[in-house]
């Protein structure tokens, strides 16, 4: 067992670089099992999820070579099974991603359930729907999800819900479909248009994505032989502004896109940190007080995103006064708030609200990283804190975030990555 050791108190300065999308590279790595063909895909995350997605894509008889560390080739004319293996797609949520290429290329495709962070129910009904509604066939059961069709026709399909999702999903089944398919009520985030765009590169016709329709209009073949750079991530970009202010900190953020952090920028400005666009691809924040109070909700991109609401919460855990949340997207998403008050924060969450009464600092403690960006909100926690914090369940960190301890420790961090040498006394001490 592998865990984080953190000695806080530091603020955090310097300079960080941004990685590739995680939710962008999970879509577009199946994306790439459409074309009969050779791609490349450059800035891509090096990360557990994406390395899981490839070991699937090998198992199904594409040849995937990694050309540098974020770099890989991917050689899909040799495609000899549409049968994902259970016992890995069950270890992240992307693997759903499969379905929609398979059954736009093959017409036949069986999955095993998804897994990933446990945020509550993640039910993938409007994946099934936009399937259905193209022509396919699809039956859940075993523990699989399996999909057929003779041909899949396009045609309008309306999300009941706002699902990233079921619209990367549909677009990926529809771009070889016949006819146009119009996607109404999509989901609007940065990596919806960045698979859009590769979809594009390999010669389909998607219009629209990132607004509130999504035309697709169905072509015969996509070509190969394409190279891809994968989009600047989001989510991992405001995770180091967070933590910026939390730390009190001062840092510049490079190879983000600064137009996708306007949400995290206003919050930030309204609770008194400083935040300058420098470029188009460079953020400065910076914060030399206590931050003051503030309300989140989060939404829909362009709203504040939910996969920032943990990071944002250990702000607002020792922000001036009474902060509140409110989660609209996962039921489950405040399991991150025990941990915090392990570590003197004072914080109660009921359902999908959490009241937040500042306290002056937090101090260190072992706690359990219990999804994926609630491992790195305590790591941010951890920095801030008083003492040694130790952060457990690092395989959830691991799954969105590249080389996360190495780039903390490069803006000032005292953050290592050890062995547990007797694990068992540590999770008996943590019960108690």
Known sequence: MEKLVITGGTPLKGEVTINGAKNAAVAILPAALLINGITTIENLPNI????????????????ITWVGKNTITIDARNITSTRAPLELTRKFRASYYLIGALLGRCGDVQVGMPGGCKLGARPIDQH??????LGAHVEVGQGNITATCKELVGTNIYMDIVSVGATINVMLASVLAKGTTIIDNPAKEPHIVDVANFLNTMGADVRGAGTDVIKINGVEKLEGNITY?????QIEAGTFMLAAVASR???????????????ISAKLLEIGAHVEELDGDTIHVWCDKRPSKANIKTLPYPGFPTDLQPQMGVVLATAEGTSIINESIWESRFQYTDELNKMGAKITAQGKTAIFEGVDSLYGAPVCATDLRAGAALIIAGICAEGTTEVYNLEHIDRGYENIEEKFRSIGANIKRVKEEDPNKNLVEMSE
């Open 229 to 233: 750079s994968v989009v600047p991530d």
């Open 249 to 263: 900190g001062d840092l510049v953020i490079k190879n983000c896109t600064t137009k996708h952090l306007e949400c």
């Open 128 to 133: 099934i729907k936009g399937f259905e509604a």
């Open 48 to 63: 557990s999820d994406v390395k899981l997605l490839c070991e699937i894509i090998e198992e199904l008889g594409a040849k």
